[in-house]
């Protein structure tokens, strides 16, 4: 009978095993290492683990720095061997081969190749059928150093932050489920525009498929985004902004429901319950629409819809109502004789002082102006 005391190793296991599994599942190791050969130098772990463990130290984490992972696999090197199926050391995640891993996935060529792959072997995963892919922007600011060919740049802040550079990012989602297919990282004084046809050129390549349905925001809307899309046997759902459909235009849209010549069409939506709510009405229109694509003329007809959100609607009659309180108010305080305020005694002064409170509460169009002479 032995008398030696058994060693007890503790280590929080939290959730590791799950995003080392998952990763492992998704074949992420394997890809990496079919797509990314490190120096003759590289040793021990190979190059697809060591970046499977540092994705799960980073999602368990929350931190990004080099610094921190070898410490963190210094403590858990049971679990992680465990995952792994064979044993690791520490200093396999130390900064120096860390900075490698970075400096070999910065090669733009093989990373849109591992993507393409990831993404076909999670859909091969998960048995998904793509239908519907969103596609939209972001932008991320920090204070960064910015450089002429740097990716963080001044431009228009969807932050309020324009003293600070950022970045902006295009991603292409399988909508409905959120899961990402394209992810490109641009300078951040781009414009939104010109990148929604390259991120959709990459989702067609990865996905090896047509006919499916683009949906994503007014800048889409372009019309040569609209039309190459067209041209390749796809489809797109966006609103038009007022360039692509002058107010002008949208009045003739309008004017034949406010001479009830058309009957709207309601909409409904089923809530948690399964009941049917009432969410919008409108009615349909097609209109023929031909642009130029690689030098060919593409001619299509356009189903635009003219829809009427009930919830927005609503809304925008509060916020109406109380604009129009607030500037009944200050235009009633224009007449108002009071000490220490100052008198407007000309016509035009008082026309003026009127004019800029509609103005500034945006109900000028609404607003009949009676100009009452104040009395001396």
């Not at 489809?235 to 406010?258: H, M």
Request: with cysteine; aromatic share 6%; proline share 4%.
């Amino acid at each position: 009978m032995t008398t030696e005391n058994p060693t007890i190793t503790i280590e929080r296991v939290d959730d590791i095993p799950l995003l080392v599994a998952q990763a492992n599942k998704m074949g992420l190791p394997t890809l990496l290492d079919e797509q990314y050969w490190p120096h003759g130098n590289w040793q021990g772990t190979s190059f697809g683990w060591t970046v499977t463990i540092w994705l799960a130290h980073i999602l368990s984490q929350g931190d990004h720095r080099l610094s921190q992972v070898q410490s963190w696999v210094n403590e858990r090197q049971e679990t992680l061997s465990r995952c792994r199926g064979e044993a690791i050391r520490e200093l396999e995640w130390s900064d120096d081969r860390l900075a490698i891993v970075l400096v070999e996935l910065s090669d733009t060529q093989r990373w849109q190749k591992l993507e393409q792959d990831l993404t076909r072997q999670t859909i091969r995963v998960y048995r998904l059928t793509p239908q519907r892919v969103h596609v939209d922007s972001t932008t991320s600011y920090s204070h960064w150093s910015v450089s002429e060919e740097g990716l963080f740049q001044y431009g228009h802040s969807k932050d309020h932050r324009p003293d600070l550079p950022q970045l902006k990012v295009m991603l292409a989602a399988l909508d409905g489920l959120g899961m990402p297919v394209v992810t490109q990282v641009v300078a951040g004084n781009r414009a939104d525009d010109p990148l929604y046809l390259p991120t959709i050129a990459q989702v067609q390549q990865t996905l090896a498929e047509s006919g499916l349905l683009y949906v994503g925001d007014s800048k889409m809307a372009a019309l040569v985004t609209r039309a190459t899309l067209q041209s390749q046997g796809d489809y797109y759902l966006c609103p038009l902004s007022e360039k692509q459909l002058p107010p002008a235009e949208l009045a003739c849209y309008l004017q034949p429901i406010w001479d009830e010549e058309i009957k709207v069409v309601p909409l409904y939506r089923e809530d948690e319950l399964g009941q049917k709510q009432w969410i919008a009405e409108g009615y349909e229109r097609s209109v023929e629409i031909t642009q130029e694509v690689a030098g060919q003329p593409v001619t299509w007809q356009e189903r635009r819809l003219v829809v009427r959100s009930l919830a927005q609607a609503q809304a925008s009659a509060q916020a109406l109502d109380t604009r129009l309180d607030k500037a009944q108010a200050e235009l009633a305080h224009l007449l108002t004789a009071k000490r220490g305020k100052k008198r407007l005694h000309s016509r035009e002064a008082l026309q003026l002082a009127a004019a800029a409170i509609v103005k500034h509460h945006r109900v000028a169009d609404l607003f009949t102006l009676t100009i009452v002479e104040q009395s001396q």
